[in-house]
């Protein structure tokens, strides 16, 4: 049975296009280093605390097909959610949420179904991106929607790799990934339910993150979020009071503390300025600027944004200001 079903999912992985979600929140790994170290050892573990309303939880082909969420699809998404409608906060019997203590570290898996690797898998030659979590700032509270999920909202140092911690076998030119993992340490969160998205970035992750990039401090905009998993935990047994100390996670979490964002992927500009050409969201030149109530978006020039005070869509980057003869800075 295992077999039958690792096989199907290698098929399934080839042929499907890419995604991937949140398997556990709290995965209890027996052989952790041993398997890391020889990936033919069968992984032993077991799942603790579950994502939101895991009711295929164990059925794969289910839950590729009716747990995941792709953020990007607007035809799916339209109202632009950060979770699945029914990833509501509901723990049916048998697949609980989480419980934990502030400082214990809950090893999260998530599926890698053959995007762990750029040198292997499907597609090639793509960047395997990262996984991050974000948070709304307080307890009872949740996250909405998809443009809400920035950097503002990321707990700090909530990030890896993609594949960093990840199990896999490799047989000639194929690979088999058992467990992909991601660790995160519980901040001192007061007692009570806290709601968590997870998130996987990876569109635009063909260039990968730069050189000196550190996921416990930096936040690449480039690295866009494709596929999400909400989830809760409830911590017990903490000391802590009102809202928290995870830094940037103290601000409120409005979708206009996000209006960058939100205006890459779905206003309309004018190219070149020019009336006669309109296009929305990512199908425009990346350098944007507002005009009145109007934004006016150009290519790069010698792989800069021409004129100042550009807000870079690429990049997702405020770029230099504006001089005083060039165009007002994008507010
Ligand atoms: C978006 O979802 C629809 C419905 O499942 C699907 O037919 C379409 O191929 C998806 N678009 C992309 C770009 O994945
Ligand atoms: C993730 O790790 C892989 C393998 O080490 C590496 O090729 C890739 O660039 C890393 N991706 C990111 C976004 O850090």
Redesign the pocket.
């Known amino acids: 049975m295992k077999i039958q079903l690792a096989s199907l999912i290698s098929v399934l992985a080839a042929s499907a296009?890419a995604h991937s979600w949140l398997e556990c929140v709290d995965t209890d790994v027996a052989n952790y280093e041993a398997a890391r170290a020889n990936p033919d050892l069968e992984v032993q573990q077991t799942c603790k605390g579950y994502p939101r309303n895991k009711v295929n939880n164990n059925d794969w082909i289910q839950e590729s097909k009716t747990y995941l969420w792709?953020l990007n699809?607007n035809?799916?998404n339209p109202d632009g959610l950060a979770c699945r409608p029914s990833q509501t906060n509901n723990y049916p019997a048998g697949v609980p949420m989480t419980t934990a203590k502030p400082g214990q570290t809950l090893r999260m898996r998530h599926w890698g179904n053959g995007h762990s690797r750029y040198d292997m898998g499907s597609p090639l030659h793509k960047d395997p991106g990262v996984v991050r979590l974000y948070y709304p700032g307080k307890k009872e509270t949740d996250i909405k929607l998809k443009s809400e999920l920035v950097e503002q909202n990321w707990i700090r140092g909530a990030q890896a790799n993609f594949s960093g911690n990840a199990i896999i076998q490799i047989t000639g030119d194929k690979m088999n990934e058992k467990a992909n993992y991601f660790d995160f340490v519980v901040p001192n969160w007061e007692n009570g339910r806290h709601s968590l998205v997870w998130a996987w970035a990876w569109e635009k992750s063909i260039a990968s993150n730069p050189a000196n990039f550190n996921p416990t401090t930096d936040y690449n905009n480039a690295l866009m979020n494709s596929w999400t998993t909400c989830f809760d935990i409830l911590i017990e047994g903490s000391t802590a009071t009102g809202s928290t100390d995870t830094g940037s996670t103290s601000q409120p979490s409005t979708s206009s503390s996000a209006p960058a964002t939100s205006m890459c992927s779905s206003k309309t500009c004018l190219k070149g300025g020019m009336a006669a050409n309109p296009c929305t969201g990512s199908d425009c030149p990346p350098c944007w600027y507002a005009a009145g109530d109007n934004y006016n978006c150009f290519d790069y020039k010698d792989g800069k944004c021409p004129f100042g005070g550009a807000y870079d869509c690429d990049k997702n980057l405020q770029t230099r200001g504006a001089t005083r003869f060039e165009r007002t800075p994008f507010k």
Request: net charge negative; hydrophobic share 20%; glycine share 0%.
């Open positions: 296009s792709d699809n035809s799916l």
